[in-house]
């Protein structure tokens, strides 16, 4: 069976930097996109980053360029989120999902997906 969970969620103040990993398990690893989303209260799921089922394709929402770095490890079968200098509006819980082929940034294009993990940041 398919399943991804995420970790490294937390609370934080603003400044800090996090690393999410999403571990997956019950799919070829190697086969598939992985995404980043985020969903603050009140407001819709959107793309932070994706990465290629090699890791060589990347995509990063514009105005998070620079601060998020999205890499994976096929042979741990993990997906990793480095978030640098954070901020209030970087508040949201963070999902990790999965597609077979290649990146999409549109949530309705992802087949599986993780729990979700809470990342806030405090002033």
């Known amino acids: 069976q398919e399943q991804l969970v995420e ?8 400044g800090a930097s ?7 398990s019950g799919l070829l690893f190697d ?12 407001k819709e799921r959107e793309c932070v980053a994706a990465i290629s089922p090699s890791g ?7 105005t998070l360029q ?6 994976r490890d096929n042979a741990k079968n993990t997906v ?3 978030m640098n200098t954070l901020n209030t509006e970087d ?8 597609r077979s ?13 993780g729990q979700g993990t809470q990342v806030t940041v405090s002033s």
């Open 80 to 82: 990793y989120l480095q």
């Open 101 to 113: 082929g290649g990146i999409k940034t549109s949530r309705d294009d992802y087949e599986y997906w």
């Open 31 to 42: 086969a598939y996109a992985m995404g980043w989303f985020r969903q603050a209260p009140g």
């Open 56 to 62: 060589v394709g990347k995509y990063y929402k514009q």
């Open 66 to 71: 620079g601060r998020f770095s999205i890499s």
């Open 18 to 24: 996090l690393k999410l990993s999403c571990a997956a």
């Open 91 to 98: 508040t949201a819980v963070y999902y990790c999902a999965a």
């Open 7 to 14: 970790s490294g969620g937390g609370l934080v103040q603003t």
